[in-house]
Nanobody, 122 residues
């Protein structure tokens, strides 16, 4: 059974940092593309970052320069280090996997975790 399990969410003050982790299990082979998306109440799900086989990280504009994505391919685990957090970063953060190459939009990803909440207080 395919599962994505996120961890590391929490509450921080603006300017603080958090590190999220997501481990994918149950896949018959190595997971190539792992990504993070987020969704705030009343808003559409938006991209945070994605990475392919531990290389070629891509950051969506709202987090570029503040977040760092990394992947341990051997463990099918992806991380995102979030620094200089802002209140507008408050959202439920979701891990997503795509068996093919990475893609831009959330609807192109097949597998999703349950999400982990990040709250940034001003």
């Amino acid at each position: 059974q395919v599962r994505l399990v996120e961890s590391g969410g929490g509450s921080v003050q603006a300017g603080g940092s958090l590190r999220l982790s997501c481990t994918a299990t149950g896949f018959p082979s190595k997971v190539n593309c792992m990504a993070w998306f987020r969704q705030a109440p009343g808003k559409e799900r938006e991209g945070v970052a994605r990475i392919y086989n531990g290389r070629w990280p891509y950051y969506y504009p709202s987090v570029k320069g503040r977040f760092t994505i990394s992947q341990d391919s051997a463990k099918n685990t992806v991380y995102v280090e979030m620094n200089s957090l802002k209140p507008e970063d408050t959202a439920m953060y979701y891990c997503a996997v795509r068996r093919q190459g990475c893609a831009e939009y959330s609807h192109e990803y097949t597998y999703w975790g349950q999400g982990t909440q990040v709250t940034v207080a001003s």
